[in-house]
């Protein structure tokens, strides 16, 4: 099965960071669409794409879908046919429905009786006449962050649709999209081969593209980004930045390459690192140039999408522009420089945070009392320097370096705080108070960074949820989810003895003080929210929900001490051959106290049966020696202990009626099932696991 698919969707430029989300969404619904019409393909769909084309190609692809038997039950005999054995209008619209005769109709015993029944074949349909129909619907389902309208058009895509090419087997796919009817016809580069080109299939549109500077692979084109930047920079024994976001963004607003390499005036070196690489990144999306051992040059590449007849006539023009954007950065960073970093505070008074929460000023004031408890707990040697960063570190939102380059928070807090003297680890914190910035992203090295940088955290939290700002489903415009998973991955990273509970409680505690809500409904919705992170965070770590769950489940508090439990809970059910036994033990424990709900103490004298008397005293002996290693959090070893208690348990079960109707024996015996259970929910609640 040879037979090929290729589509094309010319459009005009398709923002960067849309194309590789935009190409991916195009395979997904192409495989649906073909599995959802019995379309069965035995190679596979691969999908390429440039700023102006979406490329979809399929391979081994059958050219009639597969045939269909339908079976269809009708009306019951009783209703279909009178006394006489005459078809009713019950069978004769039935028979018109399925499109056959009445006589063609069968019957079929069901549980109710006989009823009306027919089989029928349906033949598959070409592929090609399927495809003519599909591929307008498939191209208006891809998922864009934006999409736009055009013309009298109410077709909405992310940029204009200009031509589409619709071939299988070569021969053209009919349909019409967005005012634009499918052909043969793609284009080549834009400026260097702007022309039309007639393709015949998948090897021959690969050869046009070629021929015509498309290089259509985004892998390739990276590959191809990254050569030539290197080869550039090469020419001033300089290496370009290593920054493989950029390459990506690089890579996608191009489609055939040529770089050049630029200078700009050695006294802009003056300006930090970070505002000349972010310039000449953000920008104008040029690659910085570093010597061996790292430090700016000061030159860039640039990358071009044409290949110039003037080499240098570009670079001039490169170099201009952005002397233009150093200009303006070199006079940002002196212009903030005449006003100390402190002095800013006030400036915060009026730039709002959240219309409810208030001020960004007032919004430090609450974290940087929660950031002085978390010092007493953390580092009470380092409260002073804590206090400083925290005051500091949302400064630099109102200088203008930060106003024309968002990305440098923090940073250019760190920058200005260092000229104006201030201890390093006030200035580090300052910039490292906003790590990690993204899911798994670098951790601050610094305590006070920590420190703060929690402490903002969970203010913001809870914030959001006394507002009603939590995440909903996909939606979370405050980064709620982030910031949980952050604050998690600090207090294990750092291995704080932190109360999770009391530091919530805290949190509330303090904007209680500003906005009213329900402390108590508010707090065990927090709770749960970083409860549920964990348990994500847990699962992409690759542990099982059940074992996850054994172990939040009775203690979610303290959480550098969760990793632990539920690795050497793992260890153990790997491991020891008993656990499973065990786990059933303890099942059996938890079914009978589910519907208990006072607590009961155990009287040793009213232990009648040998087999609760010898349960009771291996308890008694066992009880000491677990507590001790659950203290020293050694848990796979506390679980070893409380093996010897599954035979007592299990004979305790087999030799003694617990539910017995004397009152006294009853609550005696329930006692111990909950001296023991509790015994083990120090650990886990092993009732958690599927068994």
């Known amino acids: 099965m040879s037979n090929e698919l290729l589509l094309e969707i010319g459009t005009e430029e398709i923002p960067a960071g849309y194309l590789k989300n935009g190409l991916g969404e195009l395979k997904r619904l192409a495989g649906e669409c073909l599995k959802e019409n019995r379309i069965e393909i035995a190679g596979d769909l691969q999908t390429c794409g440039t700023p102006r084309r979406l490329i979809l190609i399929g391979n081994g692809i059958a050219e009639k879908q597969e045939d269909l038997v339908r079976e269809v039950t009708g009306p019951p005999k009783s209703v279909a046919y009178d006394g006489q054995g005459n078809p009713t209008k019950a069978a004769l619209g039935f028979a018109e429905k399925q499109g056959v005769s009445v006589e063609e109709l069968g019957f079929t015993q069901t549980p109710k009786g006989e009823y009306l029944y027919i089989k029928q074949l349906v033949p598959g349909r070409p592929v090609r006449d399927i495809l003519a129909g599909e591929l307008p619907r498939l191209i208006a389902e891809i998922p864009w962050p934006k999409s736009m309208r055009w013309a009298s058009l109410a077709f909405p895509f992310v940029r204009p649709i200009h031509w589409v090419v619709a071939l299988f087997n070569g021969t053209v796919i009919p349909f019409e999209v967005a005012g634009v009817t499918s052909g043969n016809i793609t284009r080549g580069h834009r400026f260097m081969s702007p022309g039309e080109k007639e393709v015949t299939g998948v090897k021959d549109h690969f050869k046009k593209m070629e021929e015509n500077f498309i290089v259509i692979s985004q892998e390739e084109r990276e590959k191809l980004v ?167 570190c949302k400064c630099d939102l109102v200088t203008q370096m930060v106003a024309e380059f968002p990305s440098l928070q923090g940073c250019m807090g760190e920058e200005y705080a260092r000229i104006e003297g201030y201890k390093e680890d006030v200035c580090l914190a300052i910039r490292e108070h906003y790590l990690p910035e993204k899911a798994g992203g670098q951790l601050p090295e610094s305590v006070i960074g920590a420190v703060v940088g929690v402490a903002d955290r969970i203010d913001t939290i809870a914030g959001c949820f006394a507002v009603g700002l939590e995440p909903t489903g996909s939606a979370d415009p405050f980064a709620l989810r982030r910031h949980a998973l952050a604050i998690i991955r600090i207090i294990e990273d750092l291995s704080w003895d932190l109360s999770l509970m009391e530091f919530v409680n805290k949190a509330l505690a303090i904007l209680r003080e500003e906005i009213e809500f329900d402390t108590d409904e508010l707090f065990e919705r927090v709770i749960r929210f970083f409860r549920e992170r964990y348990r994500q965070m847990m699962l992409r770590s690759g542990y099982k929900s059940d074992l996850i769950e054994a172990v939040i489940s009775v203690e979610f508090d303290e959480i550098n001490q969760l990793r632990p439990r539920i690795e050497q809970l793992n260890r153990f059910a790997l491991e020891s051959k008993e656990f499973h036994d065990l786990a059933l033990t303890f099942k059996r424990i938890s079914n009978i106290l589910k519907k208990q709900k006072k607590s009961f103490q155990v009287n040793p004298s009213l232990l009648r049966e040998t087999c609760e008397l010898e349960l009771w005293e291996k308890y008694q002996g066992l009880k000491d020696g677990v507590d001790q290693r659950i203290k020293d959090k050694e848990y796979y070893d506390a679980l070893n202990l409380m093996i010897r208690l599954r035979k007592p348990v299990d004979e305790f079960f087999d030799g003694a009626e617990i539910m017995t109707k004397d009152d006294t024996l009853r609550e005696n015996r329930v006692g111990l099932l909950q001296h023991l259970a509790k015994l083990f929910l120090e650990v886990a609640d092993l009732s958690k696991f599927s068994i």
Do not use: W
């Open 226 to 392: 990254q050569k030539l930047a290197e080869e550039a920079a090469r020419r001033v024994k300089g290496k370009p930045a290593d920054d493989p976001e950029l390459l990506a963004t690089v890579a996608n607003l191009i489609e055939y390459p040529s770089a050049v390499c630029g200078s700009f005036d050695e006294k802009f070196l003056k300006v930090p690192e970070a505002v000349l690489i972010t310039a000449m990144k953000e920008h104008q999306k040029y690659f910085s140039v570093h010597d061996e051992e790292g430090k700016l040059m000061c030159n860039f590449v640039a990358v071009n999408n044409t290949v110039a007849r003037d080499e240098s006539m570009v670079q001039r023009g490169h170099e201009r522009v952005l002397r233009a954007r150093l200009s303006d950065a070199a006079f940002f960073f002196e212009e903030d420089r005449k006003r100390p970093l402190k002095e800013r505070l006030e400036d915060l008074k009026d730039v709002i945070y959240q219309a409810e929460l208030g001020t960004s000023y007032a919004k430090v004031q609450r974290f940087t009392k929660l950031a002085e408890y978390l010092a007493g707990i953390a580092a009470p040697d380092k409260l002073n320097d804590i206090v400083t960063a925290a005051g500091l």
